[in-house]
């Protein structure tokens, strides 16, 4: 079975502390992307950053870095001195393709609160 | 340029009513797919289109759902006899076409069915 899961449901940080949300999938694939969107309190989902199965390097940008290791099937994301703008819920996702079809399996999601 | 778009934004339907969700994708992107999120959930795949071929319908729940692409650019997402249980945000996506490109989601469309 595909399966994402984000186990931390809540996680409240004050500024400028470093906070890891988790992630952890399930797939049989050996090709497949993960994927994290945020959707801030405005409720729309806003692209992350794309991985794909092949690629285990770790990738920083800005604040945000992304740790994927394949051997516990895990790709979590950490944000660096997070500020109040980062509060919302970030949703991690598994894409697979199944013949013809693509789709986006996502986990349920870790609400982020970052307090002043 | 522009984003995915859907309207209406909120749509509030009596148990019973038929409605029609509209999503017009990012010009050019062959992809396009449909999700319902529950609050409090991630988004829950119902179907997906190839231009104007619906390739996969395994998410949607029930024949009262139907989703149509006629010319291979808007779509429109029709519950039939809605019921309280179909309240829910629906969003819609469009990507360029390869399975490993990201999803560009639309801001939703709020249903709620009294």
């Known amino acids: 079975a595909q399966k994402v899961t984000q186990a931390q449901t809540e996680i409240s940080v004050v500024e400028k502390e470093d906070v890891t949300l988790d992630c952890v999938y399930e797939?049989?694939?050996?090709?497949?992307?993960l994927f994290w969107y945020k959707q801030p309190p405005s409720g729309e989902l806003v692209f992350l950053i794309r991985r794909n199965s092949f690629d285990e390097q770790n990738e920083i940008s800005g604040r945000y870095s992304w740790n994927f290791q394949k051997s516990t099937s895990s790709f979590n994301f950490t944000i660096t001195a997070s500020q109040v703008v980062d509060s919302a819920v970030y949703f991690c996702a598994l894409s697979r393709r199944v013949d013809s079809s693509y789709k986006l399996i996502f986990g349920s999601g870790t609400r982020l609160l970052v307090r002043p | 340029g522009a984003g995915v778009s859907q309207s209406p934004r909120y749509k509030v339907t009596k148990r019973g009513q038929d409605v029609a969700l509209r999503c017009d994708p990012i010009s050019g992107h062959v992809s396009l797919y449909w999700y319902r999120q529950a609050l409090g959930q991630g988004p829950e795949f119902l179907t997906y289109?190839?231009?104007?071929?619906?390739?996969?319908k395994s998410g949607l729940p029930n024949d009262r759902f139907s989703a149509e692409r006629p010319e291979g650019s808007i779509s429109t997402l029709t519950i039939q006899r809605t019921e309280q249980r179909d309240s829910a945000m629906y969003r819609c996506?469009?990507?360029?076409?390869?399975?490993?490109?990201?999803?560009?989601f639309g801001p939703g469309t709020r249903l709620t069915v009294l």
């Open positions: 797939t049989r694939d050996t090709t497949y992307y």
């Open positions: 996506a469009s990507s360029p076409g390869k399975w490993r490109d990201e999803q560009f």
């Open positions: 289109f190839n231009y104007e071929a619906q390739q996969d």
